[in-house]
């Protein structure tokens, strides 16, 4: 479970951290996954983790949750959730991953609402596309190598992001 999480969290982050700021609503967004693949073998979809999350004992769940809260994600009814300002909505670095991670990334092309992008971190890498909808949702497709466990895996995911609304509740922006 933890693999799983961690590699949906990890492709999460790349895919919006991608998104152009200017065509992007601030306030809160929910991305749930879909399509997951490791090694070629079938993931369960985020919403069957997120219930697996909750059949876990109450301090492991707060454990899990306490991770993904330092890492400025909370968890949401669908997926994961994360909130932009519209400061950051603005410019041009929308800080939805860990600014200490190492990570980096690259749009390597734009085509209208369609762009292509790399990323590159100390325990992943690869090469995704993500399509602009709306300011209110953008769909992500996702591959490349990961090691979250000491093995080098592939990997591979879609990605749907939706936007709730502009109030972001508990849900803290990253800084």
């Not at 601030?26 to 369960?44: F, H, I, K, R």
């Not at 454990?63 to 993904?68: A, K, P, T, V």
């Amino acid at each position: 479970m933890k693999i799983r999480l961690s590699a949906i969290v990890l492709g999460v982050t790349f895919v919006a951290s991608n998104a152009q700021a200017q065509m992007l609503q601030p306030g809160l967004w929910e991305m749930t996954t879909s399509n997951m693949q490791v090694d070629g073998n079938a993931m369960p979809d985020m919403q069957i983790m997120l219930a697996q999350l909750k059949l876990l004992a109450p301090e492991q769940r707060a454990l899990m949750e306490q991770m993904l809260a330092k890492q400025g994600i909370t968890v949401g009814d669908q997926g994961i959730r994360s909130c932009l300002t519209p400061a950051q909505v603005k410019s041009d670095d929308i800080p939805l991953q860990d600014p200490q991670s190492g990570c980096t990334q690259k749009i390597t092309a734009r085509n209208g609402k369609v762009w292509n992008f790399q990323f590159s971190c100390p325990r992943a890498s690869g090469s995704g596309q993500a399509q602009f909808l709306s300011d209110r949702e953008f769909l992500t497709k996702v591959s490349g190598t990961f090691n979250a466990s000491g093995t080098p895996q592939k990997g591979s995911m879609n990605t749907r992001a939706v936007w709730l609304g502009a109030n972001c509740g508990t849900v803290k922006p990253r800084s």
